[in-house]
């Protein structure tokens, strides 16, 4: 990887596209202090606090681990900043259940939660969408960005998903050993350096299934009426389990 | 009841106080060959205790050390699979101990190194026992968060500010002062056992990782107790049968899980 600059700002997503192999890890992990750079250097505030929600993870089942005890494992933390946490990322009703009993979903906002306890002004996510369903994925998206513009943290996003992250991202950084290009959303996907990375194939290749149901599931896999939006914020549940 | 009885039983509830500990972290963290591998090095230790005529403990605590550091820097290598390295150094470091100890044999009871002698436990060798046994709990207790916080996903506790290069140091130090501790009690080969058996025997009965610590110890307890006993009634040698003792408990808990 070479020739890599790039700037964050409070409040704002930034993403990280490129295929496999293009760097976005090591990035992610120089900007950590995980890996050291070769040459070049980080410059972070050092009080910059920052949060980190890993790629997907397994937790060896020999330990006995529930949710609530895995996110108190943050460095900085106390009972009520942990309860609020939980609920933010919306998963209270999980906290006591094990680690390793949770869906792909599930994992990723517990990681959230973990990371929003370090009070962060950076949000580092390496793939959060990976191993959580297409719908689970645009409500975590939204997640991310709703709790952007609460806490008002920046935010530097990894992902492979390119539409769904085209949505909710401020701005988006092509990475192919270097950087591609950069730019609006809109911009990056017209670009000519883009459109020779990524093609038009997931456009053609992928048919969208446009359809509308008249319920949503929430987090608890309960039936929900009306909107779908912010399933969490609902207590309209029906629990005839009827699927429209 | 005999003194040495009391001597041999309360050396083996010293042990067992720490090995449930340690141990949990041991399986939690896939290590069981890195304790094997230290516990072998340990018969070079005493070797050269002997030859350089230095505190015998000391020599284990040398040797385990060396043994460590190679260890770590050979995974930091990645060349070979990290089982490769602990199956050439852990098998190397015992035959090279066996070789050096020839040269003092006459003085030294191979058998009671390589399985423990517990019933010749004196006095002043619980005295260095309960040393040890403090210092690690002290320790323990010290690191234990940030242990648990590494050992659950290492590139998160580093990101959160945990030493990780210390804090695994320090408890690797702790597993070769147990190693040093445990080498009259049960000796170079079976010292890994009391380190994973209890620890896998409690993991179905916990809910939390203290839990399942605090329950490797109540298992280890009832097996240095049983296996004693047999040994007592049946005049069975004393490391074996408590080694037997807490697979029998084992065994059990896994038929209750399946019935």
């Known amino acids: 990887m070479h020739d890599v600059s790039l700037e964050l700002q409070a409040g ?7 295929p496999n192999g293009a760097g976005k890890s090591t990035l992610i992990r120089v900007l950590l202090g995980l890996q050291k750079p070769d040459s070049g250097e980080v410059w972070l505030k050092s009080s910059l606090r920052i949060g980190y929600v890993p790629q997907k993870i397994a937790i060896n089942k020999l330990m006995p681990l529930t949710v609530e005890r895995f996110v108190a494992l943050a460095k ?20 006591q259940q094990a680690i390793q009993s949770l869906s792909g979903g599930e994992f990723q906002r517990v990681l959230l939660a973990r990371a929003l306890l370090q009070k962060p002004q950076l949000l580092i996510l390496d793939e959060p969408a990976q191993g959580v369903d297409v ?3 645009a409500e975590l998206y939204e997640k991310i960005s709703a709790l952007k513009d609460k806490h008002g943290f920046g935010v530097l996003m990894i992902s492979h998903d390119l539409h769904l992250v085209m949505q909710n991202t401020d701005q988006v950084l092509c990475l192919n050993q270097h950087i591609c290009c950069s730019g ?61 | 009841m005999d003194d040495f009885i009391l001597r041999a039983l309360l050396a083996g509830l010293a042990l067992v106080l720490i090995a449930g500990p340690l141990g949990v972290f041991i399986l939690w963290r896939r290590m069981a060959y890195f304790g094997d591998a230290l516990s072998h090095s340990a018969i070079l230790g005493v070797a050269l205790g002997f030859l350089l005529s230095i505190n015998i403990n000391l020599g284990i ?14 995974q930091r290598k990645k060349q070979l699979g990290s089982d490769t390295m602990l199956g050439i150094l852990s098998h190397s470091a015992l035959s090279l101990g066996l070789i050096v100890m020839s040269f003092v044999e006459g003085r030294v009871d191979l058998n009671a190194l390589l399985f423990g002698d517990i019933l010749s436990v004196s006095w002043q060798d619980l005295w260095i026992i309960a040393v040890g046994v403090i210092l690690v709990l002290g320790v323990l207790a010290f690191i234990w968060k940030p242990l648990l916080s590494l050992t659950v996903h290492e590139e998160l506790a580093r990101v959160e500010g945990v030493n990780v290069a ?20 049960i000796g170079a080969l079976l010292v890994t056992s009391l380190l994973v ?22 298992v280890g307890v009832i097996a240095v107790m049983l296996g004693l006993w047999a040994s007592y009634l049946w005049d069975t040698p004393a490391g ?18 399946i019935s």
């Not at chain 1, 900085?76 to 906290?95: C, M, P, R, V, W």
């Open chain 2, 166 to 185: 210390l804090v695994s140091a320090l408890y690797t130090l702790l597993i070769a002062i147990l190693v040093a501790i445990s080498m009259k009690i």
């Open chain 1, 184 to 244: 609006q959303p809109d911009d990056v996907s017209s670009h000519p350096e883009y459109l020779r990375l990524f093609g038009d194939l997931p456009a053609e290749g992928l048919a969208v299934y446009t359809h509308q149901h008249d319920h949503c599931h929430d987090l608890q896999g309960n039936v929900v009426t009306g909107s779908c939006r912010h399933p969490e914020h609902s207590n309209n549940h029906n629990e005839t389990n009827e699927h429209g």
């Open chain 2, 197 to 218: 058996i209890p620890a896998a025997t409690a993991r179905q009965f916990s809910s939390t990782p203290e839990r399942m610590a605090l329950l490797s110890v109540v």
């Open chain 2, 240 to 257: 074996p049968s408590i080694v037997v003792a807490s697979s029998s408990l084992f065994l059990i808990s896994q038929l209750v899980r």
């Open chain 1, 76 to 95: 900085y933390q106390n009972n009520d900043d942990i309860a609020k946490s939980l609920a933010e990322t919306g998963i209270t009703h999980l906290n």
């Open chain 2, 61 to 74: 605590l040398i040797t385990s050390i060396s043994m460590a550091v190679l260890l770590i820097l050979s």
């Open chain 1, 12 to 18: 704002k997503i930034l993403t990280v596209i490129g």
């Open chain 1, 135 to 137: 719908i689970g994925q």
